[in-house]
Protein backbone atom coordinates (compact mmCIF):
# COMPACT_ATOMS: atom_id res chain seq x y z
CA UNK A 1 0.00 0.00 0.00
CA UNK A 2 1.94 2.84 -0.79
CA UNK A 3 -0.33 5.81 -0.77
CA UNK A 4 1.63 7.47 1.69
CA UNK A 5 4.38 7.45 -0.27
CA UNK A 6 2.67 8.60 -3.48
CA UNK A 7 1.43 11.92 -1.81
CA UNK A 8 4.82 12.23 -0.18
CA UNK A 9 3.09 11.98 3.02
CA UNK A 10 4.27 10.81 6.51
CA UNK A 11 3.17 7.38 7.21
CA UNK A 12 3.86 5.13 9.56
CA UNK A 13 2.86 4.76 13.08
CA UNK A 14 3.07 8.06 15.12
CA UNK A 15 1.96 9.99 12.15
CA UNK A 16 -1.54 11.23 10.34
CA UNK A 17 -1.37 10.40 6.84
CA UNK A 18 -3.39 13.06 5.25
CA UNK A 19 -5.16 12.85 1.86
CA UNK A 20 -4.63 15.58 -0.75
CA UNK A 21 -7.04 18.27 -1.51
CA UNK A 22 -9.34 17.86 1.73
CA UNK A 23 -9.30 19.32 4.89
CA UNK A 24 -10.96 17.38 7.30
CA UNK A 25 -13.75 18.57 9.01
CA UNK A 26 -14.65 17.32 12.71
CA UNK A 27 -17.53 15.36 14.24
CA UNK A 28 -20.67 15.41 12.38
CA UNK A 29 -20.42 17.89 10.18
CA UNK A 30 -17.73 16.13 8.29
CA UNK A 31 -20.18 13.20 7.38
CA UNK A 32 -22.66 16.17 6.08
CA UNK A 33 -19.91 17.65 3.70
CA UNK A 34 -18.65 14.40 2.68
CA UNK A 35 -22.56 13.62 1.88
CA UNK A 36 -22.59 16.54 -0.11
CA UNK A 37 -19.14 16.06 -2.39
CA UNK A 38 -19.99 12.64 -2.86
CA UNK A 39 -23.73 13.93 -4.59
CA UNK A 40 -21.61 14.99 -7.30
CA UNK A 41 -20.06 12.14 -7.40
CA UNK A 42 -23.19 9.51 -8.18
CA UNK A 43 -24.14 8.62 -11.44
CA UNK A 44 -20.91 7.68 -13.16
CA UNK A 45 -20.49 4.85 -11.27
CA UNK A 46 -21.21 0.98 -12.13
CA UNK A 47 -24.11 1.60 -9.95
CA UNK A 48 -26.07 3.42 -12.81
CA UNK A 49 -29.74 3.06 -12.63
CA UNK A 50 -32.02 5.83 -11.84
CA UNK A 51 -33.95 4.34 -9.00
CA UNK A 52 -30.55 4.17 -7.15
CA UNK A 53 -29.46 7.05 -7.91
CA UNK A 54 -32.34 8.50 -6.07
CA UNK A 55 -31.74 6.33 -3.83
CA UNK A 56 -28.84 7.51 -2.74
CA UNK A 57 -29.41 10.97 -3.82
CA UNK A 58 -32.47 10.88 -1.36
CA UNK A 59 -30.14 9.90 1.52
CA UNK A 60 -27.70 12.31 0.75
CA UNK A 61 -30.10 15.01 0.36
CA UNK A 62 -31.36 14.13 3.76
CA UNK A 63 -27.80 13.81 5.23
CA UNK A 64 -26.66 17.80 5.73
CA UNK A 65 -30.16 18.36 7.20
CA UNK A 66 -29.87 15.48 9.65
CA UNK A 67 -26.02 16.09 10.67
CA UNK A 68 -26.92 19.38 10.90
CA UNK A 69 -29.74 18.88 13.23
CA UNK A 70 -27.55 15.91 15.05
CA UNK A 71 -25.14 18.52 15.26
CA UNK A 72 -21.93 15.98 17.48
CA UNK A 73 -24.27 13.95 19.26
CA UNK A 74 -27.60 14.60 19.11
CA UNK A 75 -29.04 11.71 21.00
CA UNK A 76 -31.35 11.34 17.34
CA UNK A 77 -28.73 10.50 15.61
CA UNK A 78 -28.45 7.03 15.87
CA UNK A 79 -29.98 4.46 13.73
CA UNK A 80 -33.71 3.79 13.67
CA UNK A 81 -36.30 1.01 13.29
CA UNK A 82 -39.64 3.07 13.82
CA UNK A 83 -43.07 2.85 14.02
CA UNK A 84 -45.68 3.20 12.33
CA UNK A 85 -47.92 0.24 14.21
CA UNK A 86 -46.66 -1.20 16.46
CA UNK A 87 -48.57 -4.03 15.56
CA UNK A 88 -50.67 -5.85 18.04
CA UNK A 89 -49.69 -8.22 20.64
CA UNK A 90 -51.10 -11.13 21.46
CA UNK A 91 -50.53 -13.83 24.36
CA UNK A 92 -50.66 -16.92 21.96
CA UNK A 93 -47.86 -15.04 19.78
CA UNK A 94 -46.16 -13.98 22.83
CA UNK A 95 -45.59 -17.54 23.78
CA UNK A 96 -43.27 -18.15 20.46
CA UNK A 97 -41.42 -14.62 20.29
CA UNK A 98 -38.71 -14.92 22.76
CA UNK A 99 -36.13 -17.43 23.37
CA UNK A 100 -32.51 -16.60 24.20
CA UNK A 101 -29.65 -18.56 23.02
CA UNK A 102 -26.36 -17.47 24.99
CA UNK A 103 -27.44 -13.79 26.53
CA UNK A 104 -28.58 -13.12 22.88
CA UNK A 105 -32.70 -12.57 22.13
CA UNK A 106 -33.93 -14.44 19.37
CA UNK A 107 -37.36 -12.58 18.12
CA UNK A 108 -39.33 -14.63 16.14
CA UNK A 109 -43.15 -14.55 15.66
CA UNK A 110 -44.99 -12.37 12.90
CA UNK A 111 -44.47 -9.23 11.98
CA UNK A 112 -44.80 -6.24 13.75
CA UNK A 113 -46.24 -4.62 10.78
CA UNK A 114 -43.33 -1.64 11.77
CA UNK A 115 -41.62 0.02 9.16
CA UNK A 116 -38.38 2.13 8.56
CA UNK A 117 -38.92 5.44 8.61
CA UNK A 118 -36.96 7.77 6.60
CA UNK A 119 -37.19 10.58 8.63
CA UNK A 120 -34.34 9.39 11.25
CA UNK A 121 -31.68 11.74 13.55
CA UNK A 122 -34.05 14.58 12.91
CA UNK A 123 -33.23 17.33 16.22
CA UNK A 124 -35.08 15.50 18.69
CA UNK A 125 -38.35 13.11 18.65
CA UNK A 126 -41.57 14.85 18.70
CA UNK A 127 -44.38 14.28 17.14
CA UNK A 128 -43.53 10.50 17.80
CA UNK A 129 -44.91 8.81 15.16
CA UNK A 130 -45.01 5.90 17.42
CA UNK A 131 -47.43 7.24 19.59
CA UNK A 132 -51.38 7.90 18.72
CA UNK A 133 -54.14 7.38 20.63
CA UNK A 134 -54.93 3.64 20.06
CA UNK A 135 -51.64 2.34 20.16
CA UNK A 136 -51.18 3.96 23.53
CA UNK A 137 -54.52 2.22 24.60
CA UNK A 138 -52.99 -0.85 23.31
CA UNK A 139 -49.98 -0.98 25.06
CA UNK A 140 -51.25 0.43 28.57
CA UNK A 141 -53.40 -3.07 28.34
CA UNK A 142 -50.56 -4.52 27.86
CA UNK A 143 -48.58 -3.30 30.77
CA UNK A 144 -50.84 -3.66 32.82
CA UNK A 145 -50.15 -7.62 32.45
CA UNK A 146 -51.38 -9.22 28.95
CA UNK A 147 -48.14 -8.71 27.39
CA UNK A 148 -46.29 -11.48 29.34
CA UNK A 149 -43.16 -9.15 29.28
CA UNK A 150 -39.86 -11.24 29.77
CA UNK A 151 -36.72 -10.79 30.78
CA UNK A 152 -33.58 -10.88 29.28
CA UNK A 153 -32.83 -14.44 29.85
CA UNK A 154 -36.21 -15.32 28.56
CA UNK A 155 -38.02 -15.50 32.21
CA UNK A 156 -41.28 -14.14 33.07
CA UNK A 157 -40.73 -10.17 34.45
CA UNK A 158 -40.43 -10.07 38.01
CA UNK A 159 -39.16 -6.19 39.21
CA UNK A 160 -39.98 -2.95 37.84
CA UNK A 161 -36.71 -3.43 35.60
CA UNK A 162 -37.99 -4.73 32.37
CA UNK A 163 -41.09 -3.09 32.72
CA UNK A 164 -42.57 -0.74 29.88
CA UNK A 165 -42.28 2.86 31.81
CA UNK A 166 -44.97 4.98 32.37
CA UNK A 167 -44.77 8.04 30.33
CA UNK A 168 -45.92 10.10 32.59
CA UNK A 169 -44.68 8.14 35.98
CA UNK A 170 -41.26 7.66 34.92
CA UNK A 171 -40.34 10.41 32.69
CA UNK A 172 -42.00 14.01 33.01
CA UNK A 173 -41.27 14.59 29.57
CA UNK A 174 -41.51 11.93 27.03
CA UNK A 175 -44.44 13.18 25.13
CA UNK A 176 -42.93 16.29 24.97
CA UNK A 177 -39.07 14.86 24.28
CA UNK A 178 -40.33 11.76 22.31
CA UNK A 179 -36.63 10.96 22.55
CA UNK A 180 -37.70 7.46 23.69
CA UNK A 181 -40.32 6.27 21.03
CA UNK A 182 -40.37 2.75 22.81
CA UNK A 183 -40.74 4.41 26.59
CA UNK A 184 -43.74 2.57 27.28
CA UNK A 185 -42.81 -0.91 25.26
CA UNK A 186 -41.22 -3.58 27.98
CA UNK A 187 -37.78 -4.02 27.13
CA UNK A 188 -38.16 -8.04 25.80
CA UNK A 189 -40.64 -6.37 23.54
CA UNK A 190 -38.94 -3.64 22.14
CA UNK A 191 -35.43 -6.14 21.62
CA UNK A 192 -38.72 -7.94 19.61
CA UNK A 193 -39.70 -5.49 17.55
CA UNK A 194 -36.03 -4.30 16.61
CA UNK A 195 -35.44 -7.63 15.54
CA UNK A 196 -38.00 -8.14 13.23
CA UNK A 197 -37.91 -4.92 11.26
CA UNK A 198 -33.88 -5.03 10.82
CA UNK A 199 -34.71 -9.13 9.40
CA UNK A 200 -37.66 -7.68 7.37
CA UNK A 201 -35.17 -4.87 5.86
CA UNK A 202 -32.26 -7.08 5.48
CA UNK A 203 -33.87 -10.50 4.78
CA UNK A 204 -32.89 -10.33 0.99
CA UNK A 205 -29.60 -10.07 1.87
CA UNK A 206 -28.79 -11.90 4.78
CA UNK A 207 -30.10 -13.78 7.42
CA UNK A 208 -29.74 -12.30 10.99
CA UNK A 209 -28.84 -14.35 13.65
CA UNK A 210 -30.96 -12.48 16.29
CA UNK A 211 -30.59 -9.22 18.47
CA UNK A 212 -28.22 -8.84 21.29
CA UNK A 213 -29.82 -7.03 24.13
CA UNK A 214 -29.01 -4.84 27.32
CA UNK A 215 -28.99 -6.77 30.99
CA UNK A 216 -29.65 -3.37 32.01
CA UNK A 217 -31.03 -1.37 29.93
CA UNK A 218 -31.00 2.24 31.40
CA UNK A 219 -28.60 4.89 31.17
CA UNK A 220 -26.68 3.77 28.73
CA UNK A 221 -25.48 7.13 27.19
CA UNK A 222 -22.41 8.09 28.41
CA UNK A 223 -22.15 10.86 26.51
CA UNK A 224 -24.79 13.75 27.12
CA UNK A 225 -25.43 16.72 25.36
CA UNK A 226 -27.80 19.48 26.59
CA UNK A 227 -29.05 22.89 24.83
CA UNK A 228 -29.36 25.66 27.44
CA UNK A 229 -31.97 28.60 27.24
CA UNK A 230 -33.71 30.52 29.85
CA UNK A 231 -36.76 31.51 31.15
CA UNK A 232 -39.34 34.58 30.57
CA UNK A 233 -37.20 35.63 33.99
CA UNK A 234 -33.94 34.54 32.52
CA UNK A 235 -33.34 31.25 34.97
CA UNK A 236 -31.43 28.80 32.86
CA UNK A 237 -32.70 25.79 31.57
CA UNK A 238 -31.51 23.59 29.63
CA UNK A 239 -32.61 19.92 27.60
CA UNK A 240 -33.29 18.68 24.54
CA UNK A 241 -35.03 20.24 21.03
CA UNK A 242 -38.17 19.75 20.41
CA UNK A 243 -38.50 18.00 17.11
CA UNK A 244 -37.95 20.38 14.18
CA UNK A 245 -38.08 23.64 16.36
CA UNK A 246 -35.05 24.92 18.20
CA UNK A 247 -37.25 25.31 21.14
CA UNK A 248 -35.35 23.18 24.05
CA UNK A 249 -37.76 21.49 26.24
CA UNK A 250 -35.95 21.67 29.77
CA UNK A 251 -35.04 18.08 31.04
CA UNK A 252 -33.33 17.42 34.40
CA UNK A 253 -33.04 13.26 34.18
CA UNK A 254 -32.98 10.93 31.73
CA UNK A 255 -34.07 7.41 31.10
CA UNK A 256 -30.95 7.25 28.42
CA UNK A 257 -28.47 9.51 29.55
CA UNK A 258 -25.70 8.78 32.42
CA UNK A 259 -26.60 10.18 35.87
CA UNK A 260 -23.34 11.88 36.70
CA UNK A 261 -23.62 13.67 33.24
CA UNK A 262 -27.51 15.04 34.23
CA UNK A 263 -26.03 15.58 37.66
CA UNK A 264 -23.04 17.91 36.33
CA UNK A 265 -25.27 19.59 34.22
CA UNK A 266 -27.89 20.26 36.53
CA UNK A 267 -25.14 22.05 38.87
CA UNK A 268 -23.93 24.07 35.63
CA UNK A 269 -27.58 25.13 35.12
CA UNK A 270 -27.33 26.22 38.90
CA UNK A 271 -24.08 27.93 39.11
CA UNK A 272 -24.58 30.19 36.16
CA UNK A 273 -26.68 32.54 37.73
CA UNK A 274 -24.15 33.33 40.35
CA UNK A 275 -21.52 33.90 37.78
CA UNK A 276 -23.63 36.15 35.48
CA UNK A 277 -23.21 33.48 32.91
CA UNK A 278 -26.06 34.18 30.22
CA UNK A 279 -27.59 31.60 28.16
CA UNK A 280 -27.16 31.98 24.36
CA UNK A 281 -30.16 33.30 22.80
CA UNK A 282 -30.48 31.68 19.08
CA UNK A 283 -32.91 34.60 18.40
CA UNK A 284 -30.62 37.68 19.33
CA UNK A 285 -27.70 36.47 19.10
CA UNK A 286 -27.05 37.28 22.93
CA UNK A 287 -25.73 35.67 25.57
CA UNK A 288 -22.88 33.21 26.03
CA UNK A 289 -23.52 29.45 26.96
CA UNK A 290 -25.18 27.34 24.15
CA UNK A 291 -25.29 23.68 25.25
CA UNK A 292 -22.79 21.62 27.39
CA UNK A 293 -21.62 18.09 26.32
CA UNK A 294 -20.31 15.62 29.30
CA UNK A 295 -18.61 12.59 28.22
CA UNK A 296 -18.48 9.62 30.84
CA UNK A 297 -15.09 6.84 30.46
CA UNK A 298 -17.33 3.66 30.96
CA UNK A 299 -14.35 1.43 32.74
CA UNK A 300 -11.95 4.67 33.10
CA UNK A 301 -14.95 7.03 35.11
CA UNK A 302 -12.77 9.97 33.79
CA UNK A 303 -14.98 12.88 32.85
CA UNK A 304 -15.14 15.36 30.18
CA UNK A 305 -17.48 18.36 30.19
CA UNK A 306 -17.32 20.90 27.36
CA UNK A 307 -18.94 24.08 27.11
CA UNK A 308 -20.06 25.43 24.63
CA UNK A 309 -19.71 29.06 24.20
CA UNK A 310 -20.85 31.79 21.47
CA UNK A 311 -17.97 33.49 22.45
CA UNK A 312 -13.88 32.72 23.54
CA UNK A 313 -14.36 35.06 26.82
CA UNK A 314 -15.88 33.58 29.27
CA UNK A 315 -15.91 35.30 32.65
CA UNK A 316 -14.61 34.49 35.94
CA UNK A 317 -13.77 31.29 34.35
CA UNK A 318 -11.25 29.67 36.82
CA UNK A 319 -13.11 30.76 39.68
CA UNK A 320 -16.67 28.88 37.76
CA UNK A 321 -14.03 25.62 37.06
CA UNK A 322 -13.21 26.00 41.14
CA UNK A 323 -16.93 25.88 41.87
CA UNK A 324 -17.78 23.28 39.33
CA UNK A 325 -15.42 21.02 40.59
CA UNK A 326 -16.53 21.86 44.15
CA UNK A 327 -19.33 19.90 43.57
CA UNK A 328 -17.59 17.19 41.26
CA UNK A 329 -14.34 16.15 41.98
CA UNK A 330 -14.84 13.37 39.50
CA UNK A 331 -14.55 15.69 36.72
CA UNK A 332 -11.41 15.31 34.95
CA UNK A 333 -11.72 17.53 32.23
CA UNK A 334 -12.95 21.20 31.27
CA UNK A 335 -13.08 22.18 27.58
CA UNK A 336 -14.11 25.44 26.09
CA UNK A 337 -15.36 24.95 22.42
CA UNK A 338 -16.38 27.87 20.74
CA UNK A 339 -19.22 27.98 18.47
CA UNK A 340 -20.06 31.79 17.02
CA UNK A 341 -22.04 30.35 13.93
CA UNK A 342 -25.55 30.25 13.27
CA UNK A 343 -25.85 26.69 13.31
CA UNK A 344 -27.69 23.98 15.16
CA UNK A 345 -24.26 21.93 14.80
CA UNK A 346 -23.56 22.35 18.38
CA UNK A 347 -19.35 22.11 18.59
CA UNK A 348 -17.57 24.80 16.81
CA UNK A 349 -13.97 24.58 15.58
CA UNK A 350 -11.73 26.50 18.17
CA UNK A 351 -10.94 24.55 21.50
CA UNK A 352 -9.61 26.16 24.51
CA UNK A 353 -8.54 23.66 27.67
CA UNK A 354 -9.40 25.48 31.25
CA UNK A 355 -8.64 22.29 33.03
CA UNK A 356 -7.31 18.69 32.88
CA UNK A 357 -6.14 17.24 29.76
CA UNK A 358 -8.87 18.51 27.00
CA UNK A 359 -9.78 14.72 26.81
CA UNK A 360 -10.81 11.27 28.45
CA UNK A 361 -9.51 8.01 28.18
CA UNK A 362 -11.78 4.68 28.32
CA UNK A 363 -10.86 0.94 27.79
CA UNK A 364 -13.10 -1.62 25.61
CA UNK A 365 -12.03 -4.94 25.11
CA UNK A 366 -8.63 -4.32 26.84
CA UNK A 367 -7.56 -1.67 24.75
CA UNK A 368 -7.45 1.85 25.64
CA UNK A 369 -8.44 5.23 23.99
CA UNK A 370 -8.00 8.71 24.05
CA UNK A 371 -11.22 10.71 23.28
CA UNK A 372 -11.13 14.05 22.02
CA UNK A 373 -14.20 16.50 22.22
CA UNK A 374 -14.56 16.07 18.26
CA UNK A 375 -13.90 12.64 17.77
CA UNK A 376 -16.96 9.93 17.58
CA UNK A 377 -16.79 7.73 20.03
CA UNK A 378 -19.65 4.80 20.47
CA UNK A 379 -22.02 6.18 23.09
CA UNK A 380 -23.76 2.66 24.72
CA UNK A 381 -19.94 1.09 26.02
CA UNK A 382 -21.65 -2.03 27.08
CA UNK A 383 -23.07 -2.83 23.83
CA UNK A 384 -20.08 -1.40 22.05
CA UNK A 385 -17.61 -4.37 23.06
CA UNK A 386 -20.61 -7.08 21.97
CA UNK A 387 -20.46 -5.13 18.43
CA UNK A 388 -16.73 -4.91 18.17
CA UNK A 389 -16.69 -8.97 19.19
CA UNK A 390 -18.87 -10.04 17.02
CA UNK A 391 -17.77 -8.05 14.12
CA UNK A 392 -14.02 -8.99 14.89
CA UNK A 393 -15.44 -12.95 15.13
CA UNK A 394 -17.48 -12.43 12.06
CA UNK A 395 -14.10 -11.83 10.12
CA UNK A 396 -12.50 -15.08 11.18
CA UNK A 397 -8.93 -13.25 11.45
CA UNK A 398 -6.28 -15.70 10.65
CA UNK A 399 -2.98 -12.85 10.93
CA UNK A 400 -2.46 -13.09 7.43
CA UNK A 401 -4.60 -10.65 6.31
CA UNK A 402 -4.65 -6.63 5.34
CA UNK A 403 -7.71 -4.82 6.89
CA UNK A 404 -8.76 -1.92 5.62
CA UNK A 405 -11.02 -0.34 9.24
CA UNK A 406 -13.25 2.50 6.81
CA UNK A 407 -14.25 5.21 9.16
CA UNK A 408 -12.40 4.23 11.95
CA UNK A 409 -12.64 7.24 14.29
CA UNK A 410 -10.53 6.74 16.63
CA UNK A 411 -9.08 3.29 15.19
CA UNK A 412 -11.57 1.13 18.38
CA UNK A 413 -12.13 -1.69 15.50
CA UNK A 414 -8.93 -2.07 13.69
CA UNK A 415 -6.62 -1.63 17.12
CA UNK A 416 -9.08 -4.87 18.15
CA UNK A 417 -8.01 -6.45 15.22
CA UNK A 418 -4.36 -5.50 14.60
CA UNK A 419 -3.55 -8.74 16.90
CA UNK A 420 -5.33 -10.58 14.46
CA UNK A 421 -4.16 -9.34 11.39
CA UNK A 422 -1.00 -8.78 9.42
CA UNK A 423 -1.56 -4.95 8.66
CA UNK A 424 -4.27 -2.49 9.04
CA UNK A 425 -5.38 0.34 7.44
CA UNK A 426 -7.89 2.81 8.66
CA UNK A 427 -9.51 6.04 7.10
CA UNK A 428 -11.23 8.36 8.55
CA UNK A 429 -12.22 12.27 7.70
CA UNK A 430 -12.19 13.73 10.98
CA UNK A 431 -8.47 15.11 11.86
CA UNK A 432 -9.03 15.08 15.96
CA UNK A 433 -10.21 11.48 15.80
CA UNK A 434 -7.25 10.70 13.22
CA UNK A 435 -4.66 12.26 15.66
CA UNK A 436 -6.62 9.93 18.69
CA UNK A 437 -5.86 7.04 16.39
CA UNK A 438 -2.63 7.52 15.84
CA UNK A 439 -1.95 7.98 20.08
CA UNK A 440 -4.22 5.01 20.13
CA UNK A 441 -1.99 2.74 18.57
CA UNK A 442 0.97 3.69 20.08
CA UNK A 443 -0.51 3.17 23.74
CA UNK A 444 -1.99 0.02 22.74
CA UNK A 445 1.66 -0.68 21.30
CA UNK A 446 0.41 -1.95 17.82
CA UNK A 447 2.88 -1.08 15.31
CA UNK A 448 1.23 -3.70 11.82
CA UNK A 449 -1.35 -0.31 11.39
CA UNK A 450 -1.47 3.52 9.85
CA UNK A 451 -4.03 5.88 9.91
CA UNK A 452 -5.00 8.46 7.02
CA UNK A 453 -6.98 11.67 7.27
CA UNK A 454 -9.18 11.33 4.26
CA UNK A 455 -12.43 10.81 2.87
CA UNK A 456 -13.28 7.21 2.62
CA UNK A 457 -14.36 7.11 -0.62
CA UNK A 458 -11.41 8.97 -2.00
CA UNK A 459 -9.27 6.96 0.19
CA UNK A 460 -10.39 3.54 -1.78
CA UNK A 461 -10.84 5.00 -5.05
CA UNK A 462 -6.66 5.51 -4.60
CA UNK A 463 -6.80 1.55 -3.32
CA UNK A 464 -8.38 0.53 -5.59
CA UNK A 465 -5.94 2.34 -8.57
CA UNK A 466 -3.35 1.27 -7.03
CA UNK A 467 -4.33 -2.46 -6.96
CA UNK A 468 -4.11 -2.47 -3.23
CA UNK A 469 -4.33 -5.82 -2.00
CA UNK A 470 -7.17 -6.20 0.47
CA UNK A 471 -8.38 -9.07 2.20
CA UNK A 472 -10.80 -7.76 4.69
CA UNK A 473 -12.90 -4.51 4.81
CA UNK A 474 -14.68 -3.41 8.50
CA UNK A 475 -16.50 -0.26 7.51
CA UNK A 476 -18.33 1.36 10.06
CA UNK A 477 -19.93 4.58 8.36
CA UNK A 478 -22.32 7.14 9.63
CA UNK A 479 -26.29 6.59 9.45
CA UNK A 480 -26.35 8.01 5.84
CA UNK A 481 -24.38 4.97 5.16
CA UNK A 482 -21.71 4.75 2.67
CA UNK A 483 -21.78 6.10 -0.88
CA UNK A 484 -21.41 4.63 -4.68
CA UNK A 485 -17.76 5.94 -4.65
CA UNK A 486 -16.94 4.07 -1.72
CA UNK A 487 -18.87 0.78 -2.44
CA UNK A 488 -17.33 0.69 -6.41
CA UNK A 489 -14.24 0.89 -5.30
CA UNK A 490 -14.28 -1.87 -2.66
CA UNK A 491 -15.78 -4.06 -5.37
CA UNK A 492 -12.52 -3.14 -7.39
CA UNK A 493 -10.50 -4.17 -4.79
CA UNK A 494 -12.59 -7.62 -4.29
CA UNK A 495 -11.84 -8.06 -0.47
CA UNK A 496 -12.51 -11.66 0.29
CA UNK A 497 -14.78 -10.46 3.14
CA UNK A 498 -16.70 -7.39 3.97
CA UNK A 499 -17.77 -6.56 7.77
CA UNK A 500 -20.05 -3.98 7.41
CA UNK A 501 -21.21 -2.42 10.88
CA UNK A 502 -24.35 0.00 10.79
CA UNK A 503 -26.36 2.06 13.11
CA UNK A 504 -28.62 2.58 9.86
CA UNK A 505 -30.69 -0.15 8.43
CA UNK A 506 -32.07 1.25 6.26
CA UNK A 507 -29.17 2.79 4.34
CA UNK A 508 -27.82 -0.65 5.39
CA UNK A 509 -29.99 -2.55 2.81
CA UNK A 510 -29.69 0.00 0.43
CA UNK A 511 -25.77 -0.64 0.51
CA UNK A 512 -26.01 -4.82 0.39
CA UNK A 513 -28.61 -4.81 -2.23
CA UNK A 514 -25.21 -2.82 -4.21
CA UNK A 515 -22.79 -5.11 -2.33
CA UNK A 516 -24.96 -8.06 -3.87
CA UNK A 517 -25.31 -7.43 -6.93
CA UNK A 518 -21.52 -6.90 -7.48
CA UNK A 519 -20.82 -9.77 -6.30
CA UNK A 520 -21.23 -10.50 -2.49
CA UNK A 521 -22.93 -12.71 -0.76
CA UNK A 522 -24.82 -11.94 3.06
CA UNK A 523 -23.14 -14.90 4.96
CA UNK A 524 -24.48 -13.66 8.47
CA UNK A 525 -25.56 -11.20 10.40
CA UNK A 526 -26.74 -9.93 13.94
CA UNK A 527 -28.52 -7.18 15.45
CA UNK A 528 -26.99 -5.13 18.58
CA UNK A 529 -29.85 -2.61 20.70
CA UNK A 530 -27.46 0.02 21.36
CA UNK A 531 -30.60 2.09 22.04
CA UNK A 532 -32.89 0.54 24.63
CA UNK A 533 -35.64 2.68 24.45
CA UNK A 534 -35.59 4.44 20.87
CA UNK A 535 -36.42 3.01 17.81
CA UNK A 536 -32.47 3.11 16.59
CA UNK A 537 -30.61 -0.61 16.38
CA UNK A 538 -27.36 -1.19 15.14
CA UNK A 539 -26.33 -4.54 13.33
CA UNK A 540 -23.40 -6.16 12.14
CA UNK A 541 -23.11 -8.35 8.61
CA UNK A 542 -20.45 -10.51 7.06
CA UNK A 543 -20.79 -10.46 3.51
CA UNK A 544 -18.09 -12.93 1.40
CA UNK A 545 -16.91 -12.22 -2.01
CA UNK A 546 -18.91 -15.03 -4.43
CA UNK A 547 -16.95 -17.81 -5.70
CA UNK A 548 -14.18 -17.58 -2.80
C1 LIG B 1 -20.30 5.48 13.07
S1 LIG B 1 -18.77 6.29 13.26
C2 LIG B 1 -17.73 4.88 13.47
C3 LIG B 1 -16.39 5.17 14.06
C4 LIG B 1 -15.65 3.95 14.60
N1 LIG B 1 -15.68 2.83 13.71
C5 LIG B 1 -16.18 3.59 15.95
O1 LIG B 1 -16.81 2.54 16.11
O2 LIG B 1 -15.97 4.37 16.90
C6 LIG B 1 -18.47 6.88 11.67
C7 LIG B 1 -17.17 7.61 11.49
O3 LIG B 1 -17.06 7.95 10.13
C8 LIG B 1 -16.43 9.22 10.02
N2 LIG B 1 -16.77 9.72 8.69
C9 LIG B 1 -17.88 10.36 8.29
N3 LIG B 1 -17.84 10.59 6.98
C10 LIG B 1 -16.68 10.09 6.53
C11 LIG B 1 -16.07 10.02 5.26
N4 LIG B 1 -16.67 10.50 4.19
N5 LIG B 1 -14.88 9.44 5.15
C12 LIG B 1 -14.26 8.92 6.24
N6 LIG B 1 -14.78 8.97 7.47
C13 LIG B 1 -15.98 9.54 7.62
C14 LIG B 1 -16.99 9.98 11.20
O4 LIG B 1 -16.16 11.08 11.54
C15 LIG B 1 -17.03 8.90 12.27
O5 LIG B 1 -15.84 8.88 13.00
Redesign the pocket.
Known sequence: MDIGKKRNEARGNGKINKGPGRKGT???G??A???N??TNASGKGERGGDKDKDRWGEERGKRETRERGNGEGSRRSEGKVSGKGNGSVDRDKDKHRNENVNGEWKARGRSSGESLQRNEGKVSGRGNRNVDGDRDKRRNENVNGDWRARGPKGEPEKGGKFKAKNKDGQCKVSRECGGCQMIDVPYPEQLIRKHKETEKLLKPFVKLEGIIGMDEPEHYRNKVNAAFTHDRKGKPLSGVYKEGTHYIIPVEECLLENKKADEIIGSIRELLPSFKIKTYDEDTGYGLLRHVMVRVGYTSGQIMVVLVLASPIMPSKNNFVKALLKLHSDITTIVINVNDRKTSMVLGDKEQVIYGKGYIEDSLNGKSFKISPK????INSVQ?QK??GKAIEYAGLTGKETIL??????????IMAADKAKQVIG????KD?VKDAVINAKQNQISNIQFYQ??????MVQLAEQGTKIDTV?M?????GS?EV?LNSLVALKPKKVVY???NPETLARDLEYLVKKGYRGVKGVAVDMFPFTNHVESVILLHRKNI
Open positions: EGDARKSGRNSFYQTLYDAYCGIGTIGVELNAKDAGEFFDPPRADFVSC
